[in-house]
Nanobody, 114 residues
Framework: QLQLVESGGGLVQPGGSLRLSCAAS????????MGWYRQVSGNQRELVAR???????NYALSALGRFTIHRDDAKNTVALQMNKLKPEEPAVYYC????????WGKGTLVTVSS
């Protein structure tokens, strides 16, 4: 059974860092494009970063220079290192696997606030 489990969210001060992790089971992440998305309550889910099966990486403009997505094929995980976090509304970060109809984890909440 394919499953994605996110972890690493929490409360962080502006300018701080967080590292999110997505543990995948039931499939090999290296064979799928993997992405991190964020969703603020009441808004649409939006792409933050994506790594293709071939290793090509794309970032949202807001993430460029601050966030890094990293796929670890040995551990079957994909991480999102977030630095220089900006104060904004709390958002749930979701891990996505572009496999079949697409799979999503349950998300992890990130709050950037002083």
């Amino acid at each position: 059974q394919l499953q994605l489990v996110e972890s690493g969210g929490g409360l962080v001060q502006p300018g701080g860092s967080l590292r999110l992790s997505c543990a995948a089971s039931g499939f090999i992440i290296g064979l799928s494009a993997m992405g991190w998305y964020r969703q603020v309550s009441g808004n649409q889910r939006e792409l933050v970063a994506r790594v293709s099966s071939l290793g090509s990486i794309n970032y949202a403009l807001s993430a460029l220079g601050r966030f890094t997505i990293h796929r670890d094929d040995a551990k079957n995980t994909v991480a999102l290192q977030m630095n220089k976090l900006k104060p904004e509304e709390p958002a749930v970060y979701y891990c996505n696997a572009e496999r079949g109809a697409g799979y999503w984890g349950k998300g992890t909440l990130v709050t950037v606030s002083s």
